[in-house]
């Protein structure tokens, strides 16, 4: 199976930066896309940006000129750099991967535990 530990939210102040990080392991054979989600308190899980296994990228127009999805294939991690936080970004940050593991036939996503991000004003 797969394994998506994030890491990197926390608490930082309107107009600050975050960086959070993915990292899957398991017995994986290969990963197509990858993506951030995040839900925030009593609304439902929203997508925040994906990114293809070529690196083409698509970002919630909620986000877009201030959020920065990437990846790093060598490492099976995924990134989201958020820069100009806002309050209405916070929420628990989940990562998911579309992945195939060994001996399997077809693909599967997987999804992380999250992390929080919390932007006082």
């Known amino acids: 199976q797969v394994q998506l530990v994030e890491s990197g939210g926390g608490f930082v102040q309107a107009g600050g930066s975050l960086r959070l990080s993915c990292a899957a392991s398991?017995?994986?054979?290969?990963?197509?896309?990858m993506g951030w989600y995040r839900q925030a308190p009593g609304k439902q899980r929203q997508l925040v940006a994906t990114?293809?296994?070529?690196?083409?990228?698509n970002y919630a127009d909620s986000v877009k000129g201030r959020f920065t999805i990437s990846r790093d294939n060598t490492k099976n991690t995924v990134y989201l750099q958020m820069n100009s936080l806002k309050p209405e970004d916070t929420a628990a940050y989940y990562c998911?991967?579309?992945?195939?593991?060994?001996?399997?036939?077809?693909?599967?996503?997987?999804w992380g535990k999250g992390t929080l991000v919390t932007v006082s004003s």
């Open positions: 998911n991967a579309d992945a195939l593991v060994l001996g399997s036939v077809r693909n599967l996503y997987y």
């Open positions: 398991g017995s994986i054979f290969s990963i197509n896309a």
């Open positions: 990114i293809t296994g070529r690196g083409s990228t």
